[in-house]
T-cell receptor, first 115, second 114 residues
Framework: AQSVTQPDIHITVSEGASLELRCNYS??????LFWYVQSPGQGLQLLLK??????LVQGIKGFEAEFKRSQSSFNLRKPSVHWSDAAEYFC?????????????FGSGTRLSIRP | EPEVTQTPSHQVTQMGQEVILRCVPI?????FYWYRQILGQKVEFLVS????????KSEIFDDQFSVERPDGSNFTLKIRSTKLEDSAMYFC????????????FGEGSRLTVL
């Protein structure tokens, strides 16, 4: 069965500290992988995506993620967080080569920033 | 930059009433989706729509739900007889013509059923 696991429900880091949000997936084949961010009361904004090629992908707002096939992981990282990064982060997977691919979301990780 | 737009941003309705949520996807997209997020929970897939028909639907999408693309630009979600548990944020999304798998989401419509 297809699934996405984000083991951390809530993480608090200090402003300026580094960040890593974990994501593991279960899928039949190599999926498309995404990270979305949701600020309070807002919609979902795409941070970055992995389709193929270089396993380290760069996204917006200084975020990056690394696809590790052997670990079925796609962890999100940022070297130095800013107070504006406080939000809910969702990892998601979607199938390749599907006529109408749906995305499956993880349960999300809420990020709080300590001043 | 093109974006997906949704109306209304917030709707309050009485249990048993019909609700229609509207979405205008990005103009050259061909794949359309509705997702739901109950407060504090994960974003759940409801339905996908392609070539004027439903491609896939989840177990949540029962006979009370329907989708339509009435005029080539709007994409609507109708809930025929709302229940308390339908209270949620409903997100519309659209996908590119080439189906890269990336979805573009609207800002959501919050539905409150009393």
């Amino acid at each position: 069965a297809q699934s996405v696991t984000q083991p951390d429900i809530h993480i608090t880091v200090s402003e300026g500290a580094s960040l890593e949000l974990r994501c593991n997936y279960s899928y039949g084949a190599t999926p498309y992988l995404f990270w979305y961010v949701q600020s309070p009361g807002q919609g979902l904004q795409l941070l970055l995506k992995y389709f193929s090629g270089d396993t380290l992908v760069q996204g917006i707002k200084g975020f990056e993620a690394e696809f590790k096939r052997s670990q079925s992981s796609f962890n999100l990282r940022k070297p130095s967080v800013h107070w504006s990064d406080a939000a809910e982060y969702f990892c998601a997977v979607g199938p390749q080569y599907s006529s109408a691919s749906k995305i499956i979301f993880g349960s999300g990780t809420r990020l709080s920033i300590r001043p | 930059e093109p974006e997906v737009t949704q109306t209304p941003s917030h709707q309050v309705t009485q249990m048993g009433q019909e609700v229609i949520l509207r979405c205008v996807p990005i103009s050259n997209h061909l794949y359309f989706y509705w997702y739901r997020q109950i407060l504090g929970q994960k974003v759940e897939f409801l339905v996908s729509f392609y070539n004027n028909e439903i491609s896939e639907k989840s177990e949540i999408f029962d006979d009370q739900f329907s989708v339509e693309r009435p005029d080539g630009s709007n994409f609507t979600l109708k809930i025929r007889s709302t229940k308390l548990e339908d209270s949620a944020m409903y997100f519309c999304a659209s996908g590119r013509q080439s189906n890269t798998g990336e979805l573009f989401f609207g800002e959501g419509s919050r539905l409150t059923v009393l």
